[in-house]
């Protein structure tokens, strides 16, 4: 997995359920999310990312997509993003989220899911909360700083 990528595209909309729409830069507000955006709060799902290596594989479904189409706040670039784990902590910027949920259920078809047939936010989609709030802008690094811990029993067991 690539731990260091960058910030390609931040989107923002007033409503749910539709495309967002790019910003040049935003603010991430301490346990809320990005400012502006409809899906801030205090929940679990204040952020949503997706890599632009996941558009493009709807590109090549031959969908003229764009960062923001699949409702995401960030798109990455570099970032393994359907490989992270709850837990892990993104750095973007000075910024840091945690992941809270991978991948989501699509209650309702989108528009998308019926030009393509296929929609790949619900599987390669995350969602984070924000750790510490700050500015952020298309271009800021963005580095998984910690992974998620795997527990293992393997020596557990000599304890006895």
């Avoid at 709807?58 to 699949?70: H, Q, S």
């Avoid at 809270?100 to 047939?117: L, S």
């Amino acid at each position: 997995m690539n731990n260091e990528g960058s910030l390609l595209a931040i989107s923002v909309s007033k409503k749910k359920g539709i495309p967002k729409t790019n910003v040049n830069s935003a603010k991430l507000l301490n346990q809320w999310g990005l400012e502006g955006d409809v899906h801030g709060g205090d929940w679990h799902r204040q952020v949503s990312i997706l890599a632009m290596e996941s558009i493009d594989k709807m590109r090549a479904k031959g969908l003229n997509v764009r960062p923001g189409a699949f409702a995401e706040n960030l798109t990455t670039q570099w970032i393994d993003v359907p490989n992270l784990h709850v837990g892990d902590i993104l750095a973007v910027g000075e910024t840091l989220l945690e992941i809270t949920q991978i991948g989501k259920e699509c209650h309702t078809r989108c528009a998308i899911y019926f030009k393509a047939g296929d929609c790949v936010m619900p599987r390669e989609g995350i969602f984070a909360r924000v750790l510490r709030g700050g500015p952020i802008a298309p271009g800021d690094a963005v580095r998984v700083e910690k992974t998620h811990a795997i527990a293992s029993v393997r020596g557990a067991e000599a304890d006895g």
